[in-house]
């Protein structure tokens, strides 16, 4: 059975940094997308951010582009979220997803993932 296991979550001041992992369990790291969401409270969550099984297309969404970026360590069977010029929009619950896929793309949409992370909370005071 797969299992996501994430960490790395926590509370920064606006402007700091952080990195979160998640080490993806009992799959074969290859072919399988990986991507991040998060989830505020009374709001649905959002795509934040994604790489292929060859590690060679990311994806993010336009409010965290050029600050968040994405990687794999296919040796390691983890993908990362290294996140720069944190702002207090970017506070919420980070879930990261798998999915098998037979093309290297990212699929945004959340009801394609079949394996989830437990979620961390990464909140950013103003």
């Known amino acids: 059975q797969v299992q996501l296991v994430e960490t790395g979550g926590g509370l920064r001041q606006d402007g700091g940094s952080l990195r979160l992992s998640c080490a993806v369990l009992g799959r074969p790291f290859s072919r399988t997308t990986v991507s991040w969401f998060r989830q505020v409270p009374g709001k649905d969550r959002e795509f934040v951010a994604g790489?292929?099984?060859?590690?060679?297309?990311?994806h993010y969404k336009d409010s965290v582009k050029g600050r968040f970026t994405t990687s794999r360590d296919d040796a390691q069977n983890t993908v990362y979220l290294q996140a720069n010029g944190l702002k207090h929009e970017d506070t919420g619950v980070y879930y990261c997803?798998?999915?098998?896929?037979?093309?290297?793309?990212?699929?945004?949409?959340?009801?394609?993932?079949?394996?989830w992370g437990q979620g961390t909370q990464v909140t950013v005071s103003s």
């Open positions: 997803a798998a999915r098998r896929q037979n093309l290297p793309t990212v699929t945004v949409q959340e009801d394609r993932y079949d394996a």
């Open positions: 790489i292929s099984y060859s590690g060679g297309i990311t």
